[in-house]
């Protein structure tokens, strides 16, 4: 047959990907602080504020019975509590947001680095956490505060008073080192023990926001929640964050993320967690939003000859 009296039709069906614009809901958690629970008014109005302004699902997740576990519970356990939480809940499955109150960003902090098989955590918001531990205890008479100041590395301290775990005494680094049972794994202070893990679990955030108190006088020093501190062996003077060791040979990705543009350093006026609204709204919410996802469609294109 001639050719001009045929006609054949050639059906070609191409995938052709191209990106929609969409938004995913993301939830968030809080951790809160020490001596305090998720069930109390402050932390659920706080929590309920967040949601409002982010317009993002939010929960606080409790460890143990709160207020008393949150003092009596060695932290090593309350980051194990808090990664088999995260794992059974469906609803952080594709990943989630935290913010974290006081010592809750140590737990917060555990979670990240120390969780296996964990769904992964986009920002992570900080609110005066003693990132590079505390150097005294403000305001404290009793019987459990003299067991901080004069046991604070005997493993019956580190096992039963949550605060001991980063407490960092600087003239006393060689006991700290060898006795505290959480911030030197949390932070990879030991040399020989040092784990890329954390470091890697660390730096694929995509924000990390830390914010510090001005008048804050329970985290001392208050630079600690950006992770400022003193240098080993003296309490004087006072490093910033970028002149630690543990920032200058990048031992958890602290630098490494604040080179990619990744750390917001961010100092608000008031005392310990006494956070304006109108700081929530500008430092808080906008790492709680809806974060942006795409969607690929195929197209089938006949063409005929």
Known sequence: MEKSFLRSTLLVTLTIFFFIPVSISVPFILFHGIRDQCSNGGVSSFV????????????????????????TMPLTQQASVACEKVKQMKELSQGYNIVAQSQGNLVARGLIEF?????????????????????????????????????????????????????????????????????????????????????????????LVLVMFEGDTVVIPKESSWFGYYPDGASTPLLSPQETKLYTEDWIGLKTLNTAGKVKFVSVHGEHLRIAQEDVVKYVAPYLKNQPASMSEDLEIRIYE
Do not use: M, W
Request: hydrophobic share 25%; proline share 8%.
């Open 48 to 71: 309920q504020l967040l949601s409002n302004l982010s317009s993002s699902p939010g929960s606080c997740l409790e460890i143990g019975d709160g207020e008393q576990d949150s003092v």
């Open 115 to 207: 969780c296996d098989n964990a769904p992964p955590v986009f920002n992570y918001i900080s609110l005066g956490g003693p990132h590079a531990g505390i150097s005294d205890i403000p305001k404290c008479n009793s019987t459990l505060c003299e067991l901080l100041k004069t046991e604070v590395y005997t493993d019956f301290v580190q096992d039963h008073i949550a605060p001991s775990g980063y407490i960092k005494i600087p003239t006393d680094i060689k006991n700290y080192l060898e006795h505290s049972k959480y911030l030197p794994q949390l932070n990879n202070e030991r040399p020989k023990e040092r784990n890329a893990t954390f470091k890697d679990r660390l730096t694929s955030l995509h924000n």
